[in-house]
Each structure stands twice: as C-alpha cells, then as structure tokens.
C-alpha cells in the first residue's frame, strides 16, 4: 500500500547523542519534508526537498541535517541531541498540491 | 513571504452546533487553500481544499469559502459531532511547485 513509513514511532536517547530518523514514502512523490510539532501544537518546517539531490532548511533553526540520495527516501539526522529537541518529528511527502504525513516520530532526549 | 494566521486558537461548541474557522493569509498569488485535521495522537490528513478559481466548496458537513478580495479563507462544520474534536489547520499555496505555509491551528472541542 502507498504510503509514509516513519521509523522508530518512539526514541528515548541521551543527551549528546547522535540519531537518523528515517522516512520512506511509497508514493513515488518528488517533494519530502520534515516538520516539528509539539502535540496539537503548530507545524514548523525544518528541511524539504524537491527531488533528488536538492535539500533546503526550512523556517526553523535546527541543529539537524537531511539527504536525499534516493526519491524515496529522506532521513533526518541529528548530531548531538539536546533536551530542547524533544518532540514529534512529522515526515510528509507530496506529489502535487496535497501532502501525505507519516506518523511521526516521537523524540525525548534525556 | 507568505504568512497564514488562524483563529480562534481553541474552539468549544455544543454537540450539534456548527463551528467556523478562519485564516488569513498574506500573498495575493497564493491560489491553494487545504484544511487538514489531526486527531489526538494521529497524522494531520487532508479534508477539504479550495482553490482559488471557487469561491465555495462543501462535502457533506464540511464547507470552505475564499474571499479572494479580503484574502481570507473559512472551514465550517455543520451539526458538529464528537469525532469533529481535532486540531484543524489552515494552509495555503502558490501552486503544486510551492511549498504549504501553514496556520498555527485551532484546537476545536465538542461538547457533549
């Protein structure tokens, strides 16, 4: 089935810490972002993409990195977790107007 | 750029009642406007959108208008149910090759 697939849906890990979130979309879309958000909070873009190859940052200052190596794939990497990073990491994908989310990761950093 | 502002910020209305809310955005160029909802502990998923050739779109319960003049847009929900309460957020764009600037969302209750 097409879909997003976020991995890990949760992630406790240390301060200091290095982590990939993946995502994959089955969607054959082009276009791939990353967000954050704080439950039930506003959605603040932190990396897109717009094919292979091609990566932005977004509104938010984060200290992560992404690639995009293969259109279907788009992790976001974190080089030194903090507590301040502790919140949902939404993927999305889109191919047209409408965009796809996955079902997030889920980061506490302790 | 674009800025898209949402409100109200919480929404509380009786069971049955309707609930409407509203955003504004800034770039006159923006001609795609979709409304997703997240519920608790859920992905946000498209539910109604509008483009700017309409001025009115509704699916059953769920309504949008455009104001292109006054450059605001609105979601309205008729004969609110339980499963309505969500956050709900506004979003637009200048076309398929843009990005979405997004509201900061509405946290809409229903009350039984």
């Known amino acids: 089935e097409a879909d997003i697939y976020q991995t890990p849906r949760y992630l406790v890990i240390g301060t200091g810490k290095k982590i990939t979130l993946e995502c994959s979309q089955t969607m054959g879309h082009d276009k791939m972002y990353w967000y954050q958000q704080d439950p039930g909070m506003e959605l603040h873009l932190i990396h897109y993409?717009?094919?292979?190859?091609?990566?932005e940052k977004g509104d938010l200052s984060s200290e992560s990195t992404v690639s995009r190596i293969r259109t279907e794939h788009f992790p976001l990497t974190l080089e030194s977790a903090r507590p301040s990073h502790t919140s949902q990491y939404l993927c999305?994908?889109?191919?047209?107007?409408?965009?796809?989310f996955g079902q997030g990761t889920r980061l506490t950093v302790v | 750029g674009e800025n898209v502002e949402q409100h109200p910020s919480t929404l509380s209305v009786q069971e049955g009642d309707s609930a409407v809310i509203k955003c504004t955005y800034s770039d006159s160029a923006s001609n795609y406007f979709p409304w997703y909802k997240q519920e608790l502990g859920k992905r946000p998923q498209l539910i109604i959108d509008i483009r700017s050739n309409v001025g009115e779109k509704k699916d059953q319960r769920i309504a949008v208008t455009l104001n292109k003049t006054a450059k605001h847009f609105s979601l309205h929900i008729t004969e609110t149910q339980p499963e309505d309460s969500a956050v709900y957020f506004c979003a637009a764009s200048m076309g398929s090759n843009y990005q979405l600037i997004w509201g900061a969302g509405t946290k809409l209750i229903i009350k039984p």
């Open positions: 999305a994908s889109s191919g047209g107007f409408e965009a796809f």
């Open positions: 993409s717009y094919g292979v190859n091609s990566t």
